[in-house]
């Protein structure tokens, strides 16, 4: 089956480090994504993995290990409006990037 | 990047009626996609809108409930029939990215409460 698992809640300090986790089983991988999402906004896109190794991007990272089902995001230098909810996808098709299976969110949430 | 618009932005209707949500989208696009995201749960496709051919429903989704119009390149309908309180949801349209294919963007989503 396909499965995707994250923590449900983070809390990090303004001006420190996260790392947001996310487990994956799919049938024939295709990438992973991961979104961010503001409350009562749309999901906006972050980042595209499908080689293992990280990926750097700004203040925001996201690490891929395709042996291990596993793919974290880390944000560097948080700031108060990086408190939102980070969502990992896979596709659901090998091939496929078109249809998405999405987890459940990590809802971040930066205290000054 | 493509801009995209929704309507309405929220609505609260009577269970046994029906809702039409639109999307409209600022540039031609070859597929929109339609996703269900209610309380506590995933982000959950729907179905896939291509112009001028019937949708493709993912499981546990029907035409019956869900009918999709696609008119044009830069259009689509999504009416949730015969509502029931479960559809309570927030509903949104997504596209694809015209120059990176597997990035897609979303519209800011109908948020529809039934009573």
């Known amino acids: 089956g396909q499965n995707i698992d994250q923590p449900t809640e983070m809390t990090a300090t303004e001006g420190a480090i996260v790392q947001i986790n996310c487990t994956y089983q799919?049938?024939?991988?295709?990438?992973l994504f991961w979104y961010q999402q503001h409350a009562g906004e749309a999901p906006t896109f972050l980042s595209y993995?499908?080689l293992d190794g990280l990926e750097e991007k700004g203040r925001f990272s996201s690490f891929l290990s395709r042996s291990k089902g596993y793919s974290y995001l880390l944000l560097k230098e948080l700031q108060m409006k990086d408190s939102a909810s980070y969502l990992c996808a896979v596709p659901k098709d090998a091939g496929n990037n078109r249809k998405l299976i999405w987890g459940l969110g990590t809802s971040l949430a930066v205290n000054p | 990047s493509a801009v995209i618009s929704q309507k309405p932005s929220r609505d609260i209707c009577q269970r046994g009626t029906s809702l039409t949500i639109q999307c409209q989208v600022d540039?031609?696009?070859?597929?929109m996609f339609w996703y269900r995201q209610q309380p506590g749960q995933s982000l959950t496709l729907i179905a896939t809108a291509n112009q001028g051919s019937e949708a493709t429903y993912e499981s546990g989704f029907v035409i019956d409930k869900f009918p999709i119009s696609r008119p044009n390149l830069t259009f689509s309908t999504l009416t949730v029939s015969n509502m029931s309180p479960e559809d309570s949801s927030i509903y949104l349209c997504?596209?694809?990215?015209?120059?990176?294919?597997?990035?897609?963007?979303f519209g800011p989503g109908t948020r529809l409460t039934v009573t």
């Open positions: 993995n499908v």
């Open positions: 997504s596209v694809e990215s015209g120059q990176r294919s597997y990035e897609q963007y």
């Open positions: 540039s031609q696009v070859t597929m």
């Open positions: 799919t049938s024939g991988f295709n990438g």
